[in-house]
């Protein structure tokens, strides 16, 4: 694959002269992840000359760094478990001779050569729908439908700009890492190491997912969690079923309420790693604990340092651009803050929601927005999966936040349950841990969120979201049919129950 050379507006498309006037382009999109390329394919769907700067880094964080090879590590340790797993598969009646064995680097390489893959996906569809791809960093120049090629210093101009740079991992002040013995999902998605005890820093998406190829793999982990509770972000009643299922049943333990405050790395075989513990609130030292490895999983922070935001007049708060609900970028965050003509910001770079779909979403919704046709995402409907064993599925609020938003806005909220204990299909697959809940609006009928874990969750929870996106009651959902027998009838338990019948 070799890009495109840039094509001037004329020469790209059929649309007519006034759509983007003295202009190079319609669109530029300055990021190339699943936010930019997302943007860019709507963008040609609606004719309008675009081209992206993809900082050689075409599918970014999600494609390159995040969700492609992190599933396919989990895909390959999730078998290993599989395969271990000697008294689950006797129930099946199967028997594995011998010892369970893989191979590292093979691991490893599943996950490069998806990722290579899904990026060479990426590039095609770009250079088929004719946009055109510059490689360097793209910088606002501080002046109206102008960005600039870093490297080149060529400015190029557009009508509309879209900001989609995307985020890196943020590593707190004390912690040294090396990539090596202490590091972040950059480094640990290329497993150059199984280490036998891993201290895993945060205990959200990605510390979870890695607990879980790590424990398959071999690995004993340890999760260092500031907060008081482990699992923090998710559902409380999820987060303690998921401690059953994902920690206790694991060799995990955990310390909660502490900071890690100071992360030396070790030498392999030769010198341990240091973590230096504080309490949470009282910054006193608690412990120290020396591992073979730590990852540091707290969090991400924005890309967008050096992209010429203060020349243009954005002001930034930790590094995230303000936006309003059409993805316009705004002077600054709060009160007073002004619409930047033209310019809009996508993905994990605006704060909004750090998933790929959301800004794939924001991306199209932008789009929709620099056509004339206002559009705003609907966020509360954007569902979220964290890719372990049983997977955890949510849309919407955590049922602590909808008691919040049900008394703040003056409704009932209506809680009802689907269990995989008694599903078929879950049974089938001696699958049978884990449960669906449905928060609904008691007046309205309303889905307002659905948590789940269990077997399949990610898929399972599409149907919420779409319930939510379009309003459906809990009702209309208990009269429709689900296929027998399936997971899906878990929920299916949970939106009768909602409604007093009976799923059997
Ligand atoms: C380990 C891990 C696992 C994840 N798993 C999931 C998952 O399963 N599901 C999910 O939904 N989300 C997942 N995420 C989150 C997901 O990866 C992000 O939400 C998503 O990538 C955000 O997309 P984006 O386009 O905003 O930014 P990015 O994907 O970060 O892309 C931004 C791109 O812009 C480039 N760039 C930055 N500045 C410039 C510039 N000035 N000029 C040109 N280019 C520039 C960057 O190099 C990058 O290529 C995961 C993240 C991680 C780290
Ligand atoms: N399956 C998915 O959709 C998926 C997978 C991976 C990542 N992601 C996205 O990537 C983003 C980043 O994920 P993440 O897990 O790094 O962040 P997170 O915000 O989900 O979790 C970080 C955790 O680290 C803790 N923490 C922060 N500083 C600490 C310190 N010094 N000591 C101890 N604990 C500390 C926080 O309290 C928090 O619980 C998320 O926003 C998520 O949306 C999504």
């Not at 860019?40 to 599918?59: I, M, N, W, Y």
């Not at 946009?131 to 557009?158: F, M, N, Q, Y």
């Not at 730590?294 to 002001?315: C, D």
Request: aromatic share 4%.
């Amino acid at each position: 694959f070799a890009p495109t050379p840039l094509l001037r507006t004329t020469t790209t498309t059929s649309l007519d002269a006034s759509k983007c006037g003295n202009y190079d382009f319609d669109v530029i999109i300055v990021g190339c992840g699943v936010g930019g390329h997302g943007a860019a394919l709507h963008s040609r769907a609606q004719e309008l000359t675009t081209a992206v700067f993809s900082g050689k880094d075409v599918g970014g964080t999600c494609v390159n760094r995040g969700c492609v090879p992190s599933k396919a590590l989990l895909a390959a340790s999730g078998r290993v478990r599989e395969m271990q797993a000697s008294s689950h598969l006797k129930e099946f009646g199967i028997t594995v001779e011998g010892e369970v064995k893989y191979d590292r680097e093979g691991v490893a390489n599943h996950a490069k050569q998806l990722a290579n893959r899904v990026k060479g996906n990426l590039e095609g569809s770009l250079v088929a729908l004719g946009v055109d791809i510059v490689d360097g960093r793209g910088v606002l120049t501080g002046k109206p439908h102008e960005v600039k090629d870093e490297s080149s210093g060529k400015v190029w101009t557009a009508k509309d700009i879209i900001l989609a740079p995307g985020s890196i991992p943020f590593v707190p002040p004390g912690v040294t890492v090396d990539e090596q013995t202490v590091y972040t999902s950059d480094g640990a998605l290329e497993l150059k190491s199984v280490p036998e005890w891993v201290a895993i820093i945060g205990s959200g998406y990605i510390g979870l997912e890695f607990s879980d190829v790590y424990t398959a793999l071999g690995s004993e982990v340890t999760f260092i969690e500031a907060l008081p509770n482990i699992m923090p972000t998710f559902d409380r009643e999820i987060a303690k079923q998921a401690e059953r299922l994902l920690i206790r049943e694991r060799p995990i333990d955990y310390r909660t309420g502490v900071f890690a405050s100071e992360v030396t790395p070790g030498i392999p075989g030769v010198k341990p790693v240091t973590i230096k513990m504080i309490d949470a609130k009282t910054k006193e030292h608690v412990e120290t604990l020396e591992v073979d490895a730590a990852m540091v999983a707290t969090g991400r922070v924005p890309n967008t340092a050096k992209m010429g935001l203060e020349e243009t007049g954005i002001e930034t708060q930790r590094g995230f651009i303000a936006v309003d609900e059409k993805m316009r970028v705004l002077t600054k965050h709060g009160d007073g803050g002004e619409v930047v003509p033209n310019v809009y910001c996508i993905g994990d770079a605006n704060g909004k929601m750090m998933l790929a779909h959301a800004a794939s979403a924001q991306g199209i919704s932008a789009i929709e927005n620099i056509c004339g046709r206002e559009h705003e995402v609907n966020h509360d409907a954007i569902p979220a999966a964290c890719f372990t064993h049983p997977e955890i599925a949510m849309v919407g609020p955590t049922e602590e936040q909808a008691i919040e938003r049900a008394a703040k806005e003056g409704w009932t909220l209506g809680k009802s349950q689907g269990s995989f204990r008694a599903n078929s299909k879950a049974l089938a697959e001696l699958e049978g841990n884990g449960m669906a809940k449905v928060l609904y609006n008691k007046e309205t009928g309303k889905v307002v969120a659905v948590h789940i874990i269990g077997i399949h969750a990610a898929d399972l929870i599409q149907e919420c979201a779409n319930a939510v996106a379009a309003g459906t009651t809990v009702q209309e959902l208990s009269m429709m049919v689900h296929t027998h027998p399936t997971l899906c009838e878990v929920l299916d338990e949970a939106f009768k129950g909602a409604v007093g019948m009976s799923a059997h």
